[in-house]
């Protein structure tokens, strides 16, 4: 067999091997969450009575309420199940205020830079719901949200996939009871006390994951957008990493899985030996053949 042939027999698993190794390490190193902020209880009891309140109570598979009235940036007023197709495209839900002084542009910084960084497609391949749970936000206020966020992001379909909502206080309190976000307003700082995630929904708007505080992971994010449409979106590498890596809803991480890597590279090296040995009987065949004919 020509070299080139060669070549074109074992690029595709080589490029496979590539991507493990290039992007599973990326995975191991993280950080782990707070498990406080997961479990939605605070373990230190000295805290301030406010902060005691606040939290997030992890409830996977939960529904969210789809049709209760938000307003979007032009002031129209709108459902969540306007946003979520029931087909493929899951959903980013994140909760803020927009006059926070603190926490909140972080967050917005963080997810926009992470979603600029990912290669799912904005509209194409999620949707993105920003929803303030200060009732005295207006459509005024989100709007400059909207536009400051999506230049950031600056990636076509941003400025049709990202949504920016405001609501009543019931509406308020029926999405973010749904979800588990605990919020209290503190009348000292006159501001909100209030933890930091991403939640993410599937398409029918179920939740499905969430990711604490403000330094999201690219890829992180992309497994769990991929998870949530139910491996529906995505390339053929993603399904190779979620085997090798799970998701760990205490510390809202995906943990390398050192043993699923193992079994996978022992595979592809049985597939590559067993490749190898198929190439050299063939060849040996082939130049026995060819002795033949000569010495006929």
């Not at 199940?81 to 493929?88: E, V």
């Not at 503190?186 to 209030?194: I, M, R």
């Amino acid at each position: 067999m020509p070299f080139s042939s060669r070549l074109r027999l074992t690029r595709p698993i080589s490029l496979l091997t590539l991507a493990i190794l290039l992007s599973c390490p990326s995975l191991f190193g993280q950080a782990l969450g707070p498990a406080s902020q997961a479990s939605g209880v605070n373990p230190n009891s000295k805290l301030p009575p406010v902060l005691q309140k606040v939290g997030i109570d992890q409830k996977l598979s939960a529904q969210v309420p789809l049709d209760v009235p938000f307003q979007n940036a032009q002031g129209e007023t709108v459902t969540l199940r306007q946003y979520l197709d029931g087909g493929n495209r899951p959903v980013v839900l994140s909760l803020v205020y927009y006059n926070c002084p603190m926490l909140c542009p972080r967050g917005l910084d963080a997810l926009s830079n992470s979603l600029g960084l990912m290669t799912l497609d904005p509209g194409k391949d999620y949707q993105v719901i920003t929803v303030s749970f200060d009732p005295r936000d207006t459509p005024q206020t989100s709007a400059h949200q909207k536009q400051m966020q999506v230049q950031k992001l600056n990636r076509n379909g941003a400025e049709q996939a990202w949504h920016f909502l405001t609501g009543s206080e019931s509406s308020i309190q029926q999405l973010t009871q749904s979800v588990g976000f605990r919020y209290q307003w503190d009348p000292q700082s006159k501001q909100f006390a209030h933890a930091t995630a991403l939640i993410l929904l599937t398409p029918q708007g179920k939740v499905s994951k969430y990711f604490y505080g403000i330094d999201y992971s690219p890829t992180d994010l992309r497994l769990g957008l991929v998870q949530a449409s139910g491996e529906k979106i995505g390339s053929f590498v993603d399904p190779i990493l979620l085997f090798c890596c799970e998701y760990n809803p205490m510390t809202g991480r995906y943990d390398l899985l050192i043993s699923r890597v193992l079994a996978l590279c022992a595979a592809i090296t049985v597939l590559l030996l067993g490749g190898l040995v198929i190439f050299m009987f063939r060849f040996d065949r082939k130049r026995k053949d060819s002795g033949k004919a000569l010495t006929a």
